[in-house]
């Protein structure tokens, strides 16, 4: 799997360079700040045919788009609503029940 800084200066040509030589299935993809270009614009990876993993387990990996976001304060719509907007297909959580609870709520897992 690729994993992917979104923060580095040069994050959009190594996710081109994985894409062309790698072809991954995933790519992870790691922010502190969620302003990446990448982000707003992620339907060219799926077109790719590669999913976008993201971890919500730290902040430090999602700014801030967690699951204690989710769970502890009650903020779907600033967690894990905001990833999946964000084109998340894969959700990396320490709490896979409500996440699979909640996904199945929205339609977007059987």
Same mark, same amino acid.
């Given at each position: ?19 062309? $030589? ?5 790519? !992870?993809?790691?922010? @502190? &700040?969620?302003?990446?270009?990448? =982000?707003?614009? +992620? ?21 801030? $788009? ?5 769970? !502890?304060?009650?903020? @779907? &719509?600033?967690?894990?609503?905001? =990833?999946?907007? +964000? ?21 977007? $897992?059987?």
């Amino acid at each position: 799997m690729a994993v992917v800084d979104l923060d580095k200066p040069h994050a959009m040509q190594k996710i081109n360079d994985y894409q062309q $030589h790698i072809k991954p299935v995933d790519s !992870e993809f790691n922010f @502190k &700040k969620d302003t990446s270009a990448i =982000l707003a614009n +992620h339907l060219f990876i799926n077109q790719k045919r590669s999913k976008i993993w993201i971890n919500s387990l730290w902040t430090s990996l999602n700014s801030g $788009h967690d699951d204690d976001t989710a769970i !502890e304060i009650g903020n @779907k &719509k600033v967690s894990w609503d905001w =990833l999946i907007e +964000h084109g998340a297909t894969i959700i990396q959580t320490d709490r896979p029940r409500e996440l699979l609870s909640y996904l199945k709520k929205k339609g977007l $897992h059987k």
